[in-house]
């Protein structure tokens, strides 16, 4: 079974979980911290957006490194 990864984006952290295959064994977890939403509103701020840009591309990059061959992202909410 191929490696995977998912990088999870929650509003104020990302999360990567990699795993081989249908056993799912876990080969990395990372979390990356980022606020995406400011206290004064729900607008996403451009300094948000590239912090949030910024962290998914570090996250995919751990995920290579650990040998995902796929990553999928995906957006949760509470």
Request: charged residues 25%; proline residues 3%; without cysteine.
């Amino acid at each position: 079974m191929a490696r995977v990864g998912v990088i999870d984006l929650g509003s104020n952290s990302l999360k990567l979980l990699v795993a081989d295959g249908a056993e799912l064994a876990t080969a990395r977890r990372a979390t990356g911290d980022v606020r995406r939403f400011p206290a004064r509103g729900s607008r996403l701020e451009p300094e948000a957006i590239e912090a949030a840009v910024s962290a998914v591309e570090a996250l995919l990059g751990q995920a290579r490194e650990a040998g995902a061959e796929r990553v999928a992202v995906v957006g949760t909410a509470a």
